[in-house]
């Protein structure tokens, strides 16, 4: 009889914590495996998840080391929501001589009696309680495994923290430009935020009229300000250490280098045009038809309030001499504000 703990979840990305959930599983319940089982929608979260796909993608390239870790896709026969309940059901008839244990942790034990059929599921398979702390309170019809803890958590993954997921599911989400709202909503004011939204369907527009590729256009548009509403305190620490030769300039002209900077280290992002898209948005020293548009998106942002018909329309037509038109606005009114250009 195989023994197979089970773990469900969105898995929006799937991150270390999970992995080393499962190598646990493995050897404190003696297992026989881990099956991942991704939900398609699950019922208790009202955030729009990533297409199912690129999330089995992102499991695929996490769990390509592990022999005995694997992936459940049993959620794609089944009606949605998505309700352990039915899951349970469907394996246990497909898998009538496997041992399963449905593997959880202190989250999803709080709520664990609002599951859908919560009285007939708990009686039907075992649950194990992955829990962070000792249980004051424990219930007899859960196992736990107790002072299991690990710092990563999907949601900050979500909002920039890419470190805490393996490098290959890293790949994945640059490769889809995923989770940029999240970044930018944990990041910037909800004025700037505003602006990096505008800017980047701009740019977008610009990039499908030159070819440009709309991945990128979006990763740039929307990450090029990241680092704006750092304070000088912040921003000072940042440059210190990256870019010293810079610290003589005014600190209000830093945050490009240190958003390049993010960008590299934090993100793992190291497309050589998008880092120079973000670096050079506001001196106009990009020469890549990317940092073109996003200096150009930026500079002309519709959020903005004015009328840029005749700019877009001149920047529609032809990338660079709609960037030089828009250069050179730029410069004189820089003059006019007595800034040296």
């Known amino acids: 009889m195989n023994r197979i703990g089970l773990l469900g979840g969105t898995f929006d990305p799937v991150h270390k914590g999970h992995l080393a959930m499962a190598r646990w599983a493995l050897r404190v319940l003696q297992l026989d495996e881990i099956w991942f089982v991704p939900s398609l ?6 955030r729009r998840l990533t297409p199912f796909d690129i999330r089995v993608e992102m499991l695929q390239r996490a769990l390509r080391p592990y022999r005995k870790m694997k992936i459940c896709l ?8 998505s309700y352990t309940f039915h899951t349970v059901q469907a394996l246990q008839r497909q ?52 002072n299991f803890h690990h710092e990563a958590s999907s949601t900050a993954v979500r909002r920039g923290q890419f470190s805490l997921t393996p490098r290959s599911v890293r790949s994945v989400i640059e490769q889809y430009g995923l989770y940029l709202d999240d970044i930018v909503d944990a990041y910037c004011c909800e004025k700037r935020a505003r602006h990096c939204a505008s800017m980047t369907a701009l740019a977008l527009e610009l990039a499908r009229a030159h070819g440009v590729d709309q991945r990128k256009t979006r990763i740039a548009g ?120």
């Open 222 to 341: 929307m990450l090029h300000d990241l680092a704006k509403d750092l304070d000088e305190a912040q921003a000072r620490e940042w440059m210190k250490v990256y870019w010293p030769q810079m610290l003589d300039q005014s600190w209000k002209t830093w945050h490009p280098y240190i958003a390049q900077t993010w960008l590299k280290t934090r993100l793992y992002i190291t497309d050589p045009e998008i880092l120079e898209a973000v670096r050079e948005h506001t001196s106009g020293k990009g020469k890549g038809a990317l940092a073109k548009i996003i200096y150009i998106a930026d500079k002309i942002d519709p959020g903005r309030g004015y009328d840029i018909r005749r700019q877009k329309e001149v920047c529609l037509r032809d990338l660079d001499e709609g960037f030089a038109l828009i250069r050179k606005e730029q410069q004189e009114y820089l003059r006019k504000e007595g800034v040296n250009v």
């Open 95 to 146: 898998f009538p001589q496997a041992q399963l244990t449905w593997i959880i942790g202190d989250d999803q034990a709080a709520r664990l009696d609002q599951w859908y059929e919560y009285e007939r599921l708990i009686q039907s398979i075992r649950f194990a309680v992955f829990s962070r702390e000792g249980v004051q309170k424990k219930r007899p019809e859960l196992v736990y495994i107790e």
């Open 74 to 81: 049993i959620e794609q026969q089944l009606p949605t929501p």
């Open 41 to 46: 929608k699950t019922p208790l979260k009202d």
